[in-house]
């Protein structure tokens, strides 16, 4: 079993930056890919930003220039670094890891979220 821990959500002004953390524990033997996913009210939940085993980087182009993924895989954390943060990024943001064990039987793991609210 893998357990998710979010952290770093809070309320912020326009303009600001927040990092986000995700720590994974657990039976993990191989992280193939860790993302965060971000659902407004009363919207669609969409992909953030994603990275790869390999690296490859895939960001949604709502937040191309100011967001950055990033992990530390000796940790099992994975970051997203939010700067020059506007009124539509206000979400609750999920972390995913997509984890194989040792059978290389693939799973998703979701964190629980975590609040991110940007308001003058």
């Known amino acids: 079993q893998v357990q998710l821990v979010e952290s770093g959500g809070g309320l912020v002004q326009p303009g600001g930056s927040l990092t986000l953390s995700c720590t994974a524990s657990g039976h993990i033997f191989e992280i193939r890919a860790t993302g965060w996913y971000r659902q407004a009210p009363g919207k669609q939940r969409e992909l953030a930003a994603a990275?790869?085993?390999?690296?490859?980087?895939n960001y949604a182009d709502s937040v191309k220039g100011r967001f950055t993924i990033s992990r530390d895989n000796a940790k099992n954390t994975s970051f997203l670094q939010m700067n020059d943060l506007k009124p539509e990024d206000t979400a609750v943001y999920y972390c995913l890891f997509v984890v194989a064990g040792r059978d290389a039987y693939v799973q998703d793991y979701w964190g629980k979220g975590t609040q991110v609210t940007v308001s003058s």
């Open positions: 990275i790869t085993s390999s690296g490859t980087l």
